[in-house]
């Protein structure tokens, strides 16, 4: 195999994999948004539990590990957070451990793909 053709490969890889961890930043308007998400008050109405990471090599894969970015463009997803649960894609309720952390609907996962 080429070398540069295996750097590139290499390169394709890891571009990928970090494309679908859950780094979010949370825009301004609604069409700014790849998602419109709404933050429940009960964890049994939402569609996904969230964990907010401290650092961004913490980020999951699409499994409710969010790392907040400073910049929209290091972020995998722009999310717009909704003032009513009817705008929303996707409803999520923030937890306080790691562990709680998932999917409640599997049918909404798509949205963060």
């Known amino acids: 195999m080429i070398p540069g ?3 590139f490969l290499l390169f394709l890889l890891l571009n990928t994999a970090s494309a679908s961890a859950q780094k979010v930043f949370s825009v ?3 069409s700014q948004a790849d998602v419109k998400v709404f933050v429940t008050d ?3 109405q ?3 539990l969230v964990f907010k990471v401290s650092y961004e090599s913490q980020a999951g894969k699409n499994d409710g590990l969010w ?3 400073k910049h929209a ?3 995998g997803h722009k999310v717009f957070f909704t003032e009513y649960a009817s705008q929303a894609d996707v409803l999520i309720h923030f937890v306080k451990y790691e562990s709680q952390a ?3 609907k599997k ?3 798509a949205f963060f793909y």
């Open 67 to 69: 790392f907040f970015t």
């Open 5 to 7: 053709f295996r750097l």
């Open 102 to 104: 998932g999917w409640k």
């Open 42 to 44: 009960y964890a049994s």
């Open 107 to 109: 049918e909404k996962q």
């Open 46 to 48: 939402a569609d996904l």
């Open 73 to 75: 463009s290091q972020a």
């Open 28 to 30: 301004d308007y609604a």
